[in-house]
């Protein structure tokens, strides 16, 4: 099994942001959607990125956003990959000078791999739990029985990870990456530094 990568979802401050990249992690997502608590203003995005070690990848994460909004941002904002997290279709996702993964809410009888040939321009397909009207970052993990082996193509599991239950996670599912947001939070949009630099370090003893 390959090495499992970790996303620290949710990024708000800069501090929080060396303390993911100095425990390890191999992305954070910053959140462009305002009803979010977790949510970055451009300028908040711009600091927190240049402020970033290199090799850590920075994802944009969107929901139902403009094509206009969303090339606004890229324009100020040096993003390597967009993360859709609303109900985007393919085409939507499209188009763009970066690369995508589409988050997708999973529910019983979803066919996760139907959606991998849908999004066949995806880099990968990040499953979170369905919680009705709310797009992500709800903090409830789902079924991870559903999630199929073997698909098509790379998985990101996020949902309701904590440095507790993450190894379990990866052994059950096999991801790609794990991606964690409130899991290792003292507070929406503020991460604890004690419980990111666990997450990662489970993730690490997992591989």
Request: aromatic share 6%; glycine share 8%.
């Amino acid at each position: 099994m390959a090495a499992v990568r970790s996303k620290i979802c949710g990024i708000t401050r800069i501090e929080d942001a060396l303390v993911a990249a100095h425990a390890g992690a191999d992305a954070i997502g910053l959140v462009f959607y305002p009803p979010s608590p977790r949510a970055v203003s451009i300028h908040q995005a711009r600091e927190i990125v240049a402020a970033l070690p290199p090799f850590v990848t920075v994802v944009g994460l969107f929901v139902n956003a403009s094509r206009c909004e969303i090339n606004e941002t890229l324009d100020a904002v040096s993003l390597d990959l967009l993360q859709f997290h609303g109900d985007e279709t393919p085409e939507q996702c499209a188009g763009y000078p970066r690369p995508y993964i589409k988050a997708l809410r999973v529910r019983p009888g979803d066919d996760i791999a139907a959606a991998c040939e849908r999004y066949r321009d995806a880099r990968g397909l990040l499953l979170d739990a369905f919680v009705e009207g709310v797009p992500g970052g709800t903090g409830s993990a789902f079924d991870w029985n559903l999630v199929p082996a073997n698909l098509p193509k790379p998985i990101i599991l996020a949902g309701g990870l904590t440095p507790e239950n993450v190894t379990t996670a990866i052994e059950k599912v096999r991801p790609y990456g794990v991606d964690v947001s409130g899991g290792v939070e003292q507070s929406k949009g503020i991460k604890s530094s004690l419980r990111v630099k666990a997450f990662v370090e489970a993730v690490r003893r997992t591989n």
